[in-house]
């Protein structure tokens, strides 16, 4: 099993530029998540999905958009990059259930300029 | 709200000394939390959770972790520190959020081992 697969692993973007950090899980989870991570502040939630079709705002949602059309892929996008965006970003998956562990990808990280 | 903190943003022991490694939580129900391990330039990776069947519980790489309802702790120990044992390491709680879940991390501890 590949698990959560994550593309890029580095990225650099200009500001104002646009991409999309790719994530595909083959484990079948309903669940995944997106987390920002900044040195000393741990792992902040982006967005997340319950399901195809489903996506709703984690707490840091503001310049990021999200789709999930397919259960495997859940891509972020950034529309007009900022320095503040520059960031470790992972990818995570899970069973719906509390107790459950999530599965992470190996993170993108991105920095702007 | 539910939370976790993290005592001590960088711990730093000898090799083969005690690893003790504290975390907190703030919860109004009985918890779900973890204990994840992130290696340098690598993902997050589950060392253990408490799911309430047992309060001490054991991890991989010879870790283990003690929930304390009293204390509202959950601290990760390892009797013997190794080289290998180097990394940060994040405390995180699970929580309902409108219908599914999501894990609320702590700030992590960034752990190292002197020779």
């Known amino acids: 099993n590949a698990g959560v697969t994550q593309t890029p692993k580095f990225r650099i973007l200009k500001i104002g530029q646009s991409m999309t950090l790719q994530c595909t899980q083959d484990?079948?989870?309903?669940?995944m998540y997106w987390y920002r991570q900044d040195p000393g502040m741990g792992l902040k939630l982006i967005y997340y999905?319950?399901?195809?079709?489903?996506?709703d705002k984690g707490e840091v949602p503001n310049g990021y958009n999200v789709s999930r059309s397919t259960t495997e892929d859940f891509p972020l996008r950034l529309e007009l990059a900022a320095p503040s965006q520059t960031s470790v970003y992972f990818c995570a998956s899970s069973q719906p259930r509390l107790n459950t562990e999530a599965f992470f990808g190996q993170g993108t990280r991105l920095t702007v300029v | 709200a539910q939370s976790v903190t993290q005592l001590g943003s960088h711990v730093s022991v000898s090799e083969g000394a005690l690893v003790l490694l504290r975390c907190n939580y703030s919860s109004s129900v009985p918890p779900y939390l973890f204990w994840y391990v992130q290696y340098p330039n690598q993902g997050l990776q589950l060392l253990l959770k408490?799911?309430?069947?047992?309060?001490l519980v054991k991890g991989i790489n010879g870790f283990e972790a003690e929930f304390k309802k009293s204390e509202t702790s959950f601290h990760l120990t390892k009797p013997s520190a190794h080289m290998s044992d180097a990394a940060e390491y994040f405390c995180a709680v699970s929580v309902p959020q409108g219908g599914s879940e999501k894990l609320v991390f702590g700030k992590g501890t960034k752990l190292t081992v002197n020779p």
């Open positions: 999905s319950v399901g195809a079709g489903i996506t």
């Open positions: 408490y799911t309430s069947a047992a309060t």
């Open positions: 484990m079948n989870h309903n669940y």
